[in-house]
């Protein structure tokens, strides 16, 4: 049960800006987590302590036997992002919470995220990384762009920037060419 006595708290840190915490939960436990502290904040009107509750995903294209779907894949498995003001209230809230296992920081203390941490987790920024069955060496057709029709061979995958390297034979010599990886198809 929550004492009394935190209403000090919650006045105190009223006007105090919300910072980004972390929160390790169990494996597979994530979305769950999530949707709990959400209708714990909804039913105790706590919406003026806990801002926002994220489990941040990337969606991920992925490319198999020539076939691509995209899904949605967790970055960070394991963790639960939370943008609150941090008082005891907010505090038992989480802690208390099914499958919270703890605040990451020192011992029992929640640390909060730095503006760098929270430039550098992406935690507002939508990102699409491309999951492809390339590998170095393996043949591939392009199927558009301006070299449509060559065959070469994968010499890098870049898959933040959907950015591929393949070796194509032009102009009487093996050249280096980047290409976008959707434009390519493996020969099996």
Do not use: C
């Amino acid at each position: 049960m929550i004492e009394n006595n935190t209403e000090d708290n919650i006045n105190k840190d009223a006007d105090e800006k919300p910072r980004w915490y972390v929160v390790h939960t169990y494996s597979g436990y994530e979305n769950k987590v999530a949707t709990d502290i959400e209708k714990v904040v909804d039913n105790r009107k706590l919406d003026n302590l806990i801002k926002e509750v994220r489990v941040p995903v990337e969606k991920v294209v992925e490319v198999k036997d020539n076939k691509k779907k995209e899904v949605e894949r967790k970055m960070y498995p394991g963790y639960v992002l939370l943008k609150m003001i941090l008082t005891d209230d907010s505090w038992y809230v989480v802690r208390n919470t099914r499958g919270v296992t703890g605040f990451v920081g020192p011992g029992s203390k929640p640390v909060p995220l730095t503006d760098e941490e929270v430039a550098a987790l992406g935690i507002d920024v939508e990102k699409v990384v491309v999951d492809v069955d390339f590998n170095k060496g393996d043949q591939v057709n392009i199927k558009s762009g301006t070299l449509s029709g060559y065959v070469g061979e994968i010499s890098t995958v870049d898959t933040e920037t959907g950015i591929a390297v393949v070796f194509v034979f032009m102009f009487g010599r093996k050249m280096n060419v980047e290409v976008e990886i959707s434009q390519l198809e493996k020969i099996k």
